[in-house]
């Protein structure tokens, strides 16, 4: 009967041999995938249980025993941990630190040393005899050592914790089609390891190989029939993971589910936390944007760089039900400055930097309908215009012209207040609007302006120059005697003011009065 069996047993643990070795090798094909490294070393650690079994069962001697022995236990020791590793990895758990992987992972390889080291080392076999009348030779532990029953033990353990975790998530997605194949890929081994301990299976044949194949396939086929394999592969790592957009992906209750590594770098407090977190604990996202619909746009200082982000929300549906909301965080920051260069150009005027005539009017208009809301309204506009201009062109050129402008401009922008809004109106001519400015306060910053400009020395290559400026200013109280409501009015006066100030010998600051539009 003996010699009937032990072909069929030979042949079987070839089979299971083969099987773990094509799907070891097919895993390993992923092991860069984040969340699919430890299952890779999981399928590589039974095909090293069960290349050492098969090398067992083909041994003729004491030491080819031995040695598929020590094969076995280069691989079985890691089981649970691998297996406990990869659980966390699967529910989208932060990675543990090095120092705890190697701390969770030193038993492992202190079970694996001493069964290596046997029979120097007499830890984990006191006494082992190998026995070549049953019908599959096999190494028993007549006598096992001290550690013996602990390194099962600790497989187990964490094969437990693994598993309940694992169970807890899927029941928690109502995805119990994983949770029945997990459940059966983990009891069956579990099952075969205990009965083996309490030999209630033939002790020439270990079922521990067969169980851990038909585990291995069983968990292989959850993952591919959820295509998580090719979502990790082509998706996740490929696509998302190394996308310049950020992404962000959380259910209906803005707890986080996934993210990138362009998230992360935005907000470095993603990669402290753990799946499962609400959104609302992540430092320094904008919850806002969860709350409109389309773009929002806000700035975050990353790495000393004030960046413009654009965060686009798409709601996720499965039969028309929303399950959740994906999160893009595009980097929109070259735009935003070009947008703000574009409208400065189209407010601006680009030789004296100073509103452009439409921007002006627009601006100063506003401002004044404010101040005509004040019990004592008031405030002051200024007309300026270059004495002689036109002379300094055809004498100097146009370059020098520009000059003057442009020293103007920069010289006013520094003089008055950031709440005064000025203009240029046209050529030579400049204005400003200063609200809530008596005349006497007008009056007085016009003086500064026209000395300082007078003061100054131009030079160009024929020779230095100076030049002067006149000004004329209305006021509120002016506008409102004359029983005038609008801005443009007040410029008319302002207007007016600056043509007398001409008139009477330039270089001067003359004011508003009524019967100056008759003289």
């Known amino acids: 009967m003996g010699a009937r069996i032990e072909p069929v047993f030979i042949i079987l643990q070839f089979l299971l041999f083969v099987v773990s070795t094509l799907l070891s090798m097919y895993s390993i094909g992923y092991w860069r995938q984040a969340r699919l490294t430890y299952f890779v070393y999981l399928g590589v650690t039974v095909n090293l249980f069960v290349m050492g079994y098969f090398f067992e069962v083909l041994s003729s001697s004491f030491d080819g025993a031995l040695t598929g022995t020590k094969i076995m236990y280069l691989g079985s020791s890691f089981l649970g941990v691998y297996f406990y590793l990869f659980s966390r990895d699967y529910r989208g758990l932060p990675r543990l630190a090095a120092w705890k992987r190697a701390l969770l992972l030193a038993p492992a390889v202190f079970f694996s040393l001493e069964v290596i080291a046997y029979p120097l080392v007499q830890l984990h076999y006191t006494t082992a005899v190998y026995v070549s009348d049953s019908f599959l030779p096999y190494l028993d532990p007549v006598v096992p050592g001290p550690m013996y029953y602990p390194s099962f033990a600790f497989t187990l353990v964490f094969v437990g914790i693994a598993a309940v975790s694992l169970l807890r998530h899927f029941f928690k997605e109502r995805r119990y089609e994983g949770a029945v194949l997990f459940l059966i890929a983990v009891i069956l ?33 959850f993952l591919l029939r959820y295509r998580q394999l090719e979502w990790q592969s082509t998706g996740r790592e490929l696509v998302v993971q190394n996308m310049r957009d950020g992404f962000i992906l959380i259910d209906n209750n803005a707890s986080l589910i996934d993210y990138n590594l362009t998230a992360q770098d935005y907000f470095p407090s993603l990669g402290h936390s753990y799946k499962g977190i609400n959104l609302a604990e992540i430092k320094d996202f904008p919850l806002e944007s969860l709350e409109t619909q389309g773009h929002h746009q806000f700035d975050l200082e990353v790495a000393g760089k004030l960046l413009n982000l654009r965060v686009s929300t798409t709601p996720i549906k499965n039969n028309g039900d929303r399950t959740g909301t994906c999160i893009l965080i595009i980097d929109d920051t070259e735009n935003h400055r070009m947008m703000q260069e574009l409208t400065r150009l189209a407010r601006r005027d680009d030789l004296t930097g100073l509103c452009n005539r439409a921007t002006f009017y627009h601006d100063a208009s506003l401002s004044f309908g404010l101040c005509r809301r004040e019990k004592q309204p008031s405030g002051c506009a200024l007309m300026m215009d270059i004495d002689h201009f036109k002379r300094i062109n055809d004498t100097y050129g146009h370059a020098a012209g520009d000059e003057v402008l442009s020293y103007i401009g920069s010289m006013i922008s520094k003089r008055f207040r950031s709440t005064d809004i000025l203009g240029r109106y046209g050529g030579e001519e400049l204005c400003v609007w200063m609200p809530l400015t008596r005349i006497e306060g007008a009056r007085h910053a016009a003086e500064e302006v026209r000395t300082s400009i007078a003061a100054h020395v131009f030079t160009t290559r024929k020779k230095e120059f100076s030049v002067t400026i006149s000004i004329g200013i209305s006021s509120l109280e ?24 001409k008139n009477s010998g330039r270089n001067r600051v003359c004011e508003y009065h009524q019967g100056l539009d008759e003289e």
Not at 193 to 201: E, N, R
Not at 482 to 501: I, N, P, R, S, T
């Open 189 to 221: 081994p579990t099952i075969t390891l205990v009965a083996y301990l309490l030999h209630l299976t033939p002790r020439s044949w270990n079922p521990l190989p067969f169980t851990l194949t038909i585990s291995i396939c069983l968990l292989f086929m």
């Open 478 to 501: 002016t506008l409102d005697a004359q029983d005038c409501v609008g801005f443009e009015d007040l410029m008319k006066m302002a207007d007016l003011a600056l043509y007398a100030a």
